[in-house]
């Protein structure tokens, strides 16, 4: 595997994505704490490898991935993806998919809504199977660039990703 990844995460994505019709993947974090910056990153590295694929909706939700549940909805997706730094108590630049449960309640978020909960709105407000691809960062604090793991992390996550979904969509 080209860069680290935790609990089979190419064939789980994989098996979450088979006979996905349309896709949506939000990107979240903050541009000024570091690590945390992944989600934004990804999602702008990934939108550049799948430039208008009519059944794949990539955006950049900053902070606020909140505000972009109603686009979500009205592009009517079978799955959505979340981009997202988050602590799983791996080595930095660790892949990992996570689901709603293994998110902490207390779970302290840069984020305005937590990810728990968006995770949970999204997934009964939708017909649509909500993932969570995490990478592990190594810092939250603030500062502009990524730490040397998760920028090793990025390119190579973004071209797994994006020849994934070229492969499972509408498989």
Known sequence: MPFPCAENFPEKLRAQLRGSEKVFVLGI?????????????????????????????????????ENFTGVIRTFAPSHVILLDAVDH?????????????????????????????????????LPARVILVGVQPRTLLPGNKLSAAVKRTLPRLAEFLAQTLREQINK
């Open 29 to 65: 974090g903050m541009n000024w704490k570091s690590d945390d910056r992944l989600g934004v990153a990804l999602a702008r590295a990934l939108a550049k490898k799948l430039p208008a694929h009519p059944d794949i909706r990539i955006i950049s939700g900053g902070e606020a991935p």
């Open 89 to 125: 108590c791996l080595p930095p630049g660790t892949v990992f998919l996570a689901d709603e449960s293994s998110i902490a309640v207390g779970d302290m978020t840069s984020h305005h809504l937590p990810l728990r909960l968006l995770m949970r709105f999204l997934g009964t407000s």
